[in-house]
């Protein structure tokens, strides 16, 4: 499925970490390009599904997802204490 199904399609999985007077935010992006013409579904899939629970669950909010023609496309951010267990990072 998706940009990995055409030799020619990548996936770009990008995340970074921004320090707030709150706590670490994570920021996650995963961007396809290269595969074939994208357009949102007409229903959604279990794996669509599946993706904005899971997502949402770690992160405390639901994920945007881009159906664009040129590639999919989502984007999430949350705390980063949801992440990691209290006492783990230095």
Request: charged content about 15%.
């Amino acid at each position: 499925y998706g940009a990995l199904s055409q030799p020619a399609g990548t996936v770009d999985l990008t995340w970074t970490i921004h320090e707030t007077e709150t706590g670490g935010r994570f920021f996650m992006s995963w961007v396809e390009t290269g595969g074939p013409s994208v357009r949102e579904p007409t229903r959604k899939g279990y794996g669509t599904r599946y993706i904005r629970s899971a997502l949402g669950s770690l992160f405390g909010s639901t994920p945007e997802m881009t159906y664009a023609p040129a590639g999919f496309r989502c984007q999430a951010a949350g705390l980063l204490s949801r992440m990691t267990p209290a006492g783990a990072r230095t």
